[in-house]
């Protein structure tokens, strides 16, 4: 079976509809979303919508700190932006919406796999995972052999053997990784809405659980659209700008 | 009888089956590994019934040797994604919770190894042995692996119909590294891996990355099959190992009276201890072997005896230099600016295609600083009748391309904002045009004319529907177009 891996989609409708059309000429089956669906971008509403859908047709889909930020509403600790995005976005979502958003759990283990947002050591504390020191703390921290999270937005794959070392790795688009079964896993697919890396197109990856092979892909998408709507909506342009590949 | 559950490779015997094959004989007891000549059970039911099959069982004891461990995973993954006529070709593996294996296909022929107990060989033999060695490395460099453990007994040399020698086949990828996987082993071990003759100079210093280690190890080869020495012994201590960073090698001409000086020159130029100072490419190697008559004689070929104190202090010097000097400069650049254009079938063309054409815009462009490129996409509209402007997603056709044509040059512009290229503005020098047109060919021949253009970088016939429909494009640019074209081929065998 082959599974879609997208996180951090952050409210880019263009960016959704791009990755989706792409895992389907992929031939994925199914969906799971790694968390983030609402923040910086201007089409929350039409975003958890889309994810509802997945998620009653049997996608799995996890919580993300923005997400858990637009639920509780502004908080003082947070940036004036970051402010400033939760309460538009919280604006745009009705109490269904909300609801959606408020329920998703934190982790969710299937089979060998483990899908969580941030990490596992804990993950309702959000920590980043940037390096292989704390790639393998999270690996540590589960008995799957595979992690899947999103959070950090760039694409990288982490291992770790069975004398306990951590190995890291940057993908390369459209190759097919095996995974082997020697050692433990945790793969972040980057972000589908909001890419961090210079190439403004979208990221996810699909997971052939019967070859036990990863390949992540981009997606070039309409980004300067996203970035116009993000402006038109009166939202920080540090958000918009960053759309089109500018860190 | 047939196994399950966990096996233990040590008692493996003939007549077994695992996972459809049975073992047939026992061919090999290595250290490393056991290989057996295996058949599938249900012969009839599968194509690899022809083709005879080699099961290769690692020699894991119990965790005490996680380097053996670690090269069989990287075997495992980087087997499979190999193609062609210089590899065995992969067919199945086993996992590791039960019994790691590989089946691939078994090599009828003889290892390089068994003639090396001969050397030193004739002239002629060296050079052709050497030649077939260069060609099976650089397919695999092509499918982006450095093998990075060439020695004799890693090559094989496929018998042909009429017994004679064929194509070599390169064997054991337990220390390869493929450039877009993850290095295992990299990560697993601080330590230099090779075979100690055998490992280049970079591989002493850990470094995997390199193709031209491969050309290295190939001149040990050489120096060996052609003198009967080898280059730098055998060492068994890493201070053993580094003396090839700053000792030159005995010349093989002093070792060898009737050694040519262009063997000597093409073996001395494999062993230098700078990769930029060696052949660039397995293929470069391989067709100075072919054609010794044009091999340029330089320093190398005249060279006597042993490293001098001179040389060992040139040698250690030029080890510990960073980065050569690259010659010219800025200042030297030429002032013609042309104009490149990259006329590209977007939504047509093979991935492959699309990046050799993108290598190539690349290079023209980093070869002339003031060089521009034009990227042009054609949609295509129909001669009568109402086209769809709009895709079923309801994006307009014309904008998918404009995203897609940015989207392929990308890396191209990416390359041009290294610092290399500071001082001109990337943005500027690269250029989007979505053009509607009947027939794609005109409209590119019309529009080269009417832009300046210099230089047309296509691809060549995209995908047997459109040739069918409409000819080849690119032979009509060609054919009418006033200035140069460039038609690019995907490299064939290419992973």
Known sequence: MKLALIADLHANREAFGAVLAHAAAQGTERHAFLGDYVGYGADPGWVVDRMREHVAAGAIAVRGNHDAAVVAGPQSSMVADARAIVAWTRDRLDPAQLAFLAALPLTRIEDDSLFVHANAWAPQEWAYLEGRSEAARSLFATDRRFTFCGHVHVPMLYNLSGTGKAGEFKPSPGIAIPLSSQRRWLAIPGSAGQPRDGDPAACYAVFDTEAQALTFHRVPYDHAAAAAKVRAAGLPERVAERLGGDH | ?495
């Open chain 2, 1 to 495: 009888m047939t196994t399950e559950g966990s096996v233990a490779p040590a008692s493996l015997e003939a007549g077994q089956v695992i996972d459809g094959y049975r073992l047939d004989a026992l061919a090999h007891r290595g250290g490393m590994a056991t290989l057996w000549n295996v058949s599938r059970v249900d012969a009839d039911a599968s194509s690899d019934a022809v083709l005879a099959l080699l099961m290769k069982v690692p020699r894991l004891r119990g965790g005490e040797d996680p380097t053996a461990i670690v090269g069989f995973e990287v075997e495992q993954m980087i087997m499979p994604t190999l193609t062609g006529p210089h590899v065995p070709r992969y067919v199945a593996h086993g996992d590791f919770t039960r019994l790691p294996y590989i089946v691939m296909e078994r090599i009828e022929g003889h290892s390089l190894r068994e003639r090396l107990d001969a050397a030193p060989l004739p002239v002629d033999e060296v050079a052709q042995l050497g030649a077939r060695v260069a060609t099976a490395l650089h397919d695999l460099h092509r499918q982006r692996v450095v093998h990075l453990d060439v020695k004799p007994s890693n090559v094989l040399l496929r018998r042909n119909a009429d017994g004679s020698d064929g194509d070599a086949v390169l064997i054991d990828f337990g220390l390869s590294r493929h450039d877009l996987l993850p290095d295992l082993l990299e990560e697993e071990f601080e330590l230099a891996m090779g075979t100690s003759p055998y490992m280049s100079p970079e591989q002493v210093r850990f470094v995997r990355n390199d193709p031209r280690s491969d050309l290295f190890s190939t001149g040990v080869m050489l120096y060996h099959l052609t003198t009967g020495k080898r280059p730098f012994g055998a060492p068994t201590s890493a201070r053993g190992l580094r003396q090839r960073l700053y000792r030159e090698p005995t010349a093989p001409r002093t070792l060898r009276a009737d050694c040519p000086p262009w063997l000597q020159e093409v073996i001395l130029r494999c062993l230098e201890v700078r990769p930029e100072r060696r052949y660039q490419t397995a293929a470069q190697l391989a067709f100075d072997l072919q054609h010794p008559d044009q091999v340029v004689l330089g320093e190398r070929a005249s060279r006597v005896g042993s490293g001098s104190a001179l040389g060992v202090v040139k040698r250690w010097f030029v080890s510990l230099r960073d980065s050569e000097t690259v010659e010219g400069g800025a200042g030297g650049q030429s002032a013609r600016s042309p104009i490149v254009l990259a006329a590209i079938d977007i939504d047509g063309a093979e991935p492959a295609l699309l990046e050799a054409a993108r290598d190539t815009a690349r290079r023209l462009l980093e070869t002339d600083a003031g060089a521009r490129l034009a990227c042009l996409a054609v949609m295509r509209v129909n001669r009568v009748g109402m086209d769809e402007l709009l895709d079923a997603d309801g994006t307009p056709r014309h904008l998918k391309l404009l995203i897609a044509l940015r989207h392929w040059a990308r890396p191209l512009q990416q390359a041009l904002s290294t610092p290399a290229h500071a001082g001109r503005d990337a943005a500027a020098r690269v250029t989007f045009h979505v053009i509607e047109a009947v027939d794609p060919a005109t409209a590119i021949i019309d529009y080269a004319r009417r832009n300046q253009i210099d230089h047309i970088v296509m691809g060549a016939r995209s995908s047997g529907r459109f040739r069918r429909h409409l000819g080849s494009v690119s032979a009509r640019v060609v054919a009418e177009s006033d200035c140069t074209v460039t038609v690019v081929r995907a490299p064939t065998g290419a992973g």
